[in-house]
């Protein structure tokens, strides 16, 4: 006998999430709750806003339709909507126990705000000093000097950096100048640097700073391909689909040598564990993106581990069936 439930959730978010030129006050989605056969899966639904195509409301309807198809035993495709498709197979993959329990909790510390917050938070981090640092959100020239600065001051600091396309070749340009050439390798990568994937390319070519694809995965008719200068994907399933998806994108990526970060979509705290399992299972060795469970004010169902955020059980949970 199958049983099945939605349940529609909003999380405050701290001031000063902006997506895409957009400040995001909550984060709102679903779980998707499976029981069959004295076992359960649960699974997340939440498109991002300013990056999925579906609205929120189109991936809960979807899903509601799928939902009444499984629970009268049928055997469905997965919707279209990448974020539904993925949800949905997490549930699907918990309730088979085909989704791993071990999970990598490690990740590149997101840095936000001022040079002098970052130094401390930095210095201080245990273990492989990775951090995620976004550019683009001010003048070149300004983010060339804080990058430059972060990696002399911490000479074992590795950072990934992420302009979300802002730069023109001559802002690219610009920041990259003020980056020492010696400094430039401990740079993992940096993603989506320029407006085109050819300007970004040219960029790498150029500054000797290896780029990596996020949103670029994503654009109609991409393919991906062996590029000079290319080191890495960033793999948001959320904004990807199922699971089965996820795990063709992997591995293609792999198979050209390209590191692969699984990287958050901003998802509860019941989301990011699943990704942390994911990333342990399908990217092994590369610390995940997931480092944003720092924005929210409270955790869902499911802890990430040493947080000692809020965690939040069905009860503020809206049952949608
Ligand atoms: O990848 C990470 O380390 C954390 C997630 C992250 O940086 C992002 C998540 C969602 C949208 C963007 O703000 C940003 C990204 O573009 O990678
Ligand atoms: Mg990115």
Redesign the pocket.
Known sequence: MRQAQLYRWQIPLDAGVV?RERRLKTRDGLFVHLQADGREGWGEISP?PG?SHETLDEAQQATINWLHGWREDKTLSLPEQPSVAFGLSCALAELHGELPQQGDYRA?M?CTGDPDELFAALAALPGEKVA?VKVGLYEAVRDGMVVNLLLESIPDLRL?L?A?RAWTPLKAQQFAKYISPEYRSRIAFL?EPCKTAAESLAFARESGITIAW?ESLRDEGFQLTPQQGLGAV?V?PTLTGSLQRVQQQVAAAKALGLTV?I????ESSLGLTQLARIAAWLTPGTIP????LQLMQCQLLRRWPESDLPCLQTEVLEPLL
Do not use: C, M, P, W
Not at 263 to 266: A, L, N, R, V
Not at 289 to 292: A, F, N, R, S
């Open positions: 997506l991002l990056f590149a997101l995620k990934r992420d979300n993603e996020d960033v948001k970060v990287s958050s979509s901003i993106g997931l480092d944003t």
